[in-house]
């Protein structure tokens, strides 16, 4: 039986930039890489938001 691994925080919270990122570029039309960057900017207006992170068990 396989267990799936858990992985740490920051690597989920990188998965779920980069699956906004890539539905927002689906969308838009703009590289997904842009998109990342802009929502990863020390800047950026989005940087304050927490996103949800929903656990399986």
Do not use: C, F, W
Not at 11 to 38: D, F, L, N, Y
Request: charged share 20%.
């Amino acid at each position: 039986m396989n267990t799936p691994s858990i992985a740490s925080p920051q690597a989920q919270h990188h998965r779920i930039i980069r699956a906004v990122a890539s539905s927002t570029a689906i969308e838009t039309g703009r590289p997904v890489h842009e998109i990342e960057a802009q929502l990863l900017a020390d800047d950026s207006k989005y940087r304050r938001l927490d996103l949800a992170v929903l656990a399986t068990v």
